[in-house]
């Protein structure tokens, strides 16, 4: 049984999606919370809410993530509140689909600063803390279209890509300090970023995966649950692909 009972989690874009799957889930294993992004406040209160139902407790940050000031902020809050912070999940994420040969810079740009940046900022502010407790998970949510590469998707795939050496990268850094940084890369997942794909589409990644059905967001928390827990010791730098075998590496 993974038991999280007081650690303290930060995610990033947490309110809804799939990390209020992984917010929720941390939760039910016993850590307390902090949850940030833009979102509405009635859609952030629904999810702070069913965290303390589940007897832990919550603090929603509304903040950016491609803000570096406001991603200190986040994790500062997360301190002053709880002490410490045990697990870093940096979730949050867009896309802003084209082909390249269409896609405007602003679409490049935007989707690199929430996707990479935004999880650089926020694992900055959070190393320092983490390296004087001499502990810490750090998991990033990168993507199949990260590992496999996704046409239309040149600025998500090149930031997902991009979170995976930033992943390795941190493991090698922090990892003699009892800090572990992996990867998830889930595959098509049912939320709002996919719900409008096209039906031959849907169709034809159904078809493309193993499994032969698109994930849940339960599939993805039950992941972050695991990497996040003491039974994931020893696992660092790795990509954890939650993809119904889409990608096999
Ligand atoms: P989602 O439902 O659109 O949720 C995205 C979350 O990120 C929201 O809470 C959003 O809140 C937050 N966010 C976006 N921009 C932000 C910013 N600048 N600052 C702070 N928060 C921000 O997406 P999802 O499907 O749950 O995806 C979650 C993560 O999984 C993303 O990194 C995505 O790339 C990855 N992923 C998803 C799939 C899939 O099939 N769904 C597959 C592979 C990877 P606000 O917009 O309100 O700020």
Known sequence: MIDLTGKVAIVTGGSRGIGRAIVLRLAQQGADIAFM????????????????ALGRRA???AGDVTDPESCAAFVQTALDAYGKVDILVNNAGITRDNLVMRMGIDEWKSVLEVNLFGAFYCTKAVLRPMLRARAGRIINMSSVSGQAGQAGQANYSSSKAGLIGLTKAVAREVASRGI??????PGFIVTELTKDLPEELQEAIRKQ?????????????NAVAFLASDEAGYITGQVLGVDGGLVMM
Request: hydrophobic residues 45%; without cysteine.
């Open 59 to 61: 603090i929603f940050f």
């Open 180 to 185: 572990t940084a992996n990867a998830v890369a």
């Open 37 to 52: 992004d833009r979102g509405s406040p009635e859609v952030a209160a629904q999810t702070r809410a069913d965290v303390e």
């Open 209 to 221: 995966t193993p499994l032969g059905h698109f994930g849940t967001v339960d599939d993805i928390a």
